[in-house]
């Protein structure tokens, strides 16, 4: 535990304030957290990372445009409907999130970020959410991170956030953030939403250097199926209210905020991957030895996301046999003969063929919640590792169908 | 329905003999089929194609070796034990399968092409095969293609062969083949094996070509999750009983034959699909309006291994919102504003948007065990064409374990 954990999520920082509404876009009846406001009191500097899925949600465009013109200090999200494949009617709708609170907070449209995560293919129920903007406002308290991490849930089964604090050249600042959703483990209703606060004083240099190096190192190693989705957002907030000396780029401070950035990211990663969709394992897959990092990384990826090495975690098989299929067809040039294949440092696999561990210990490691493969080509010195989950047929059985949920939002009107 | 079908699979052709044995590899208790011999009277002309996964298992590399070096005649195949991550020993043993038969059948033993499927990293049971040898041989018949249909079953519920006559430049010939196993649908156990015989007269260049032409739009139109085994092949055998002039690469005769291979391929590998594990439907992928035949082949690729799309697909859900976004993640360059979806030619999705087609209609569709999904890009003039399928919970869980495989394997003695 290399930093110390405070309370309040997104709140933590100072000068950051939040709050949530039960809106009805969930579910008309019930009354859950569904649309969520974050607002730094002092201007920001701002940076965010946005999906490469090529159909991109209109709230994706529109915080993307803001972030492109200028800083943004609000952050407005919905959950319920993406607000994806919606035309021309989701850019406007996506626009009119943002004039929700912007004018209460006499801030601009343009300093107010989007996020939506549901159903794809539903216009926004605008007129659900109209009526909450100045209550989205008045709400706005010091104390209600934890109501932002829940506001934003969909199929997770818990909020997740986290927030922490540590000293840059004398000042002690604060990082709080929250994450929604999965990445390899999402259906199209679990985009991954991800906002973080800081109050370290920053320039936008060193904070967009940082946040891209966070992500990569967090959730690029648990989006690993390619089923990225339309409305994937990580957006970051430093309001610099912890004062001290701005954080330059190229500066030591800069590399100790980017530690302490990607240590928290991290962590929600990981917790996105234990709260999976009808996860029962949580497997660390590392890849040494390849000649280069992309080898290293084609190598992992392809282990981690096979359909059968996959359900055989999820039966607490220790099948080096599926493993070393997966590695064979990565594309990455390996040589057969020098694979070794470990289960938390016991061979299973030694110069591609069987190891004499006995299998009732490897079966022991199989059968743990959460085990470390590693792969190790032996051909080179570089490295990936990525965090993933078995398959189970519940997953399967979760995801066979959207058209109850679909059915139900036409009767509730959520389709006009 | 183009092409006359015949009775007797692989020794529907002329002067093709076949045998099987069970050898007790699949299991020492019971009468299984496990070992089958294919074998021309006449001297061959013959091709084959193999996996691309660099894993390669020990038949597979002594096949290879034995094309390169000169025709193949005579086809050794067991199931039971792929003779995988095997290492030299593998070697010897696979060149010991081909000597099995070569000796009896007085020919060299590179002229017997050899395959294995089966679990991955035990050593083939030689002591069960060796006795079998001769008696092979002997028991080579022209009746038997569906006794080597049926020995090198795995987890297929059928044995799956064809045979068609054709007449080409006023000659009349035969095309035998049999398959069995999965490609985007197989667990480790389930390579994809086809052994294809023809009695027609064809020059090796004109065989090469064809087989080539006949796999790019058969085999791997559903060999699509990349979860390509270490043991696919394909072998072909062109022993000129039929006569006739010989069919020379650049010839109308050629492509005559080009089309029925194609033709009989693809229809095995449609077998494969139906007969896939736990498979519930079968869904023809169609990508038109593509810029490039590259771009058309991403976004099927994308759509039919998504494992969101698959598992709709089991529950019966019209689903375009995930087709969208697997399109859109395909990394093939679309506009998402022209992209059209269609079930059986009702639009689910115009223009990126939701179509007017009620939801019943499409669910009816969805609900049918086989469907034609069409995603139009709107882009170009280039297609491309994938059979998939579901992917059902029940299909995770029969993929779960093979522990209890190799456990019940290693107190057969299978294992050392």
């Not at 190192?217 to 199926?225: A, C, Q």
């Not at 962590?267 to 290293?296: N, P, S």
Request: proline share 4%.
């Amino acid at each position: 535990m290399p930093y110390q954990k405070v309370k309040g999520g997104v709140c933590a920082p100072k000068e950051f304030y939040a709050s949530a509404v039960a809106a009805g876009i969930k579910s008309p009846e019930m009354e859950r957290l569904d649309l969520a406001l974050i607002y730094s009191q002092e201007p920001c500097v701002s940076s965010g990372t946005f999906t490469t899925n090529r159909v991109k949600a209109a709230p994706v465009r529109v915080s993307q445009a803001n972030l492109r013109k200028n800083e943004i200090r609000a952050i407005i999200a919905n959950s319920g409907n993406a607000n994806a494949c919606t035309g021309i009617k989701g850019l406007q709708d996506a626009r009119a999130m943002a004039d929700l609170v912007a004018k209460p907070l006499k801030i601009r449209r343009r300093e107010v970020g989007v996020c939506s995560t549901g159903v794809i293919g539903l216009p926004l129920p605008m007129e659900r959410m109209t009526p909450h903007g100045e209550a989205l406002v008045e709400g706005l308290k010091p104390s209600n991170g934890t109501k932002v991490a829940k506001a934003i849930m969909t199929s997770d089964t818990r909020h997740k956030q986290i927030a922490i604090t540590t000293e840059i050249e004398g000042t002690e600042i604060t990082i709080g953030a929250c994450v929604k959703g999965a990445g390899m483990i999402c259906p199209s209703m679990a985009t991954m939403l991800c906002f973080v606060t800081t109050d370290a004083r920053v320039s936008r240099a060193c904070l967009e250097k940082c946040l891209l190096e966070a992500v990569e190192s967090s959730f690029n190693r648990v989006t690993i199926d390619g089923d990225m989705s339309t409305n994937d957002t990580v957006l970051v907030l430093a309001n610099g209210a912890a004062g001290g000396p701005n954080i330059h780029r190229r500066s030591k401070s800069c590399r100790q905020f980017c530690d302490a950035l990607k240590w928290v990211l991290t962590e929600l990663a990981k917790d996105i991957v234990r709260d999976g969709e009808r996860v029962t394992k949580f497997v660390t897959v590392e890849v040494k030895g390849a000649r280069t990092y992309l080898d290293a990384k084609k190598v992992a990826e392809a282990v981690a996301k096979s359909q059968l090495v996959k359900s055989s975690w999820n039966g607490n098989d220790p099948n080096w046999g599926r493993i070393i299929h997966a590695v064979g067809y990565s594309r990455a040039p390996i040589r057969e003969e020098l694979v070794d294949i470990y289960y938390e440092g016991l061979p299973a696999c030694l110069g591609g063929l069987v190891a004499e561990t006995p299998l009732e210990k490897l079966r022991a490691i199989a059968k743990k919640g959460s085990f470390r493969i590693t792969i190790d080509l032996n051909l080179g010195k570089s490295d990936y590792k990525i965090y993933s989950s078995d398959l189970s047929p519940e997953y399967v059985d979760f995801n066979r169908s959207e058209y109850a949920y679909w059915n139900q939002a036409r009767k509730e009107g959520t389709v006009g």
